[in-house]
């Protein structure tokens, strides 16, 4: 059973940098052929890909959000992480990491909603707050 673990703080202020880190038990994150992902559900509205790095490194961002969003991972540590800068209010979510098939994540990249499915496993989420 893969279990994954979100952590990262819960309240940043507006303009600064988060940093979230997702921790993977009962699985290598470098199994084929898995990505590696960041989702997010703002207050009131659906799920949101975010970013995801696949079972061989290579990184993807979603195009609203890649000026100003990276992804990396921890082999060693078998995490992955989520780097956000010039946050604002509307950053505002509930911040999922999760295990999908790549051709879950290329279904989400061209627009597909974001669904979860037998099969995946997410985390359990992470609250974060953008405010002063």
């Known amino acids: 059973q893969v279990q994954l673990q979100e952590s990262g703080p819960g309240l940043v202020a507006p303009s600064q940098t988060l940093s979230l880190t997702c921790s993977v038990d009962?699985?290598?994150?470098?199994?084929?052929?898995?990505?590696w992902t960041w989702i997010r559900q703002a207050p009131g509205k659906g799920l949101e890909w975010v970013a995801a790095?696949?079972?061989?490194?290579?990184?993807a961002v979603s195009t609203p959000l890649d000026s100003r969003t990276s992804v990396a991972r921890d082999t060693s540590k078998n995490q992955f992480s989520l780097r956000m800068e010039s946050l604002t209010p509307e950053d505002t979510a509930m911040y999922y990491c999760a295990r999908v098939e790549v051709d879950t994540l290329l279904r989400w990249a061209t627009g597909r909603p974001v669904v979860r499915k037998t099969g995946d496993y997410w985390g359990p989420g992470t609250q974060v707050t953008v405010s002063s």
């Open positions: 009962g699985g290598s994150i470098t199994t084929s052929y898995f990505a």
């Open positions: 790095i696949s079972w061989d490194g290579i990184p």
